[in-house]
């Protein structure tokens, strides 16, 4: 009987191992070629694009109370 019970949660483990790959692959299916890059859901930040922003203001940070 225990053989039993071990190949049934064996085989739900798989299922469900099946059913996570399955997923992932829907997932990144969805994301379109980051080659196209107006369109491109995966679209790369350069540091030249990150670092070329210049910080205008900065505040502190305000006291909440206790």
């Known amino acids: 009987m225990n053989d039993r019970k071990l190949e ?15 997923k992932l692959l829907r997932l990144t299916n969805d994301f ?19 670092f070329s922003t210049q910080i205008e203001l900065v505040k502190a940070p305000q006291k909440t109370p206790v």
């Open 32 to 50: 379109l070629d980051p080659e196209d890059a107006e369109t491109s859901s995966l679209r790369v930040l350069d540091s030249e694009t990150v």
């Open 8 to 22: 049934k949660t064996g085989s739900a483990e798989k299922e469900k191992e099946k059913e996570d790959k399955d």
